[in-house]
């Protein structure tokens, strides 16, 4: 997926760590279009969740409305789901938790300070 999904998601307001974690994942793993199919075990091998967490990280997110789920099988026993995630409302998200952060940022050509304890280590 590209630079620009994965730098909207930072600013995303998802709920919980364990919730961006996997909407990270499924982000990077995604193609240009959002769409993603990566197993349940996947998801928890890379971000290093519990299966169990991983289904709630899941339920939350597509509950409110960061994905869809696609339902496929491959034969008679085999199937897996495919995530379609929701470009569009991550990307209002971003803005509008940009617009409305007022937290001040350092920008590389700012000079950071530091306080006097510090400075004397």
């Not at 409110?64 to 897996?80: A, L, N, P, Y």
């Not at 998200?93 to 000079?111: A, F, K």
């Amino acid at each position: 997926m590209s630079y620009d999904v994965n730098r909207a998601i930072r600013t995303v307001k998802t709920g919980s760590p364990r919730d961006k974690a996997v909407l990270f994942l499924l982000a990077d793993m995604a193609d240009d279009d959002g769409l993603a199919y990566p197993s349940v075990r996947t998801i928890a091998e890379f971000t290093e969740l519990s299966k169990s967490s991983v289904e709630r990280a899941l339920r939350e997110l597509r509950k409110k409305g960061f994905f869809f789920v696609e339902k496929r099988s491959r034969g008679e026993f085999r199937s897996f789901n495919r995530y379609h995630l929701n470009l569009k409302k991550i990307y209002e998200l971003s803005e509008s938790n940009r617009q409305s952060d007022s937290t001040p940022r350092h920008s590389d050509s700012t000079p950071r300070q530091c306080d006097a304890n510090h400075a004397s280590r």
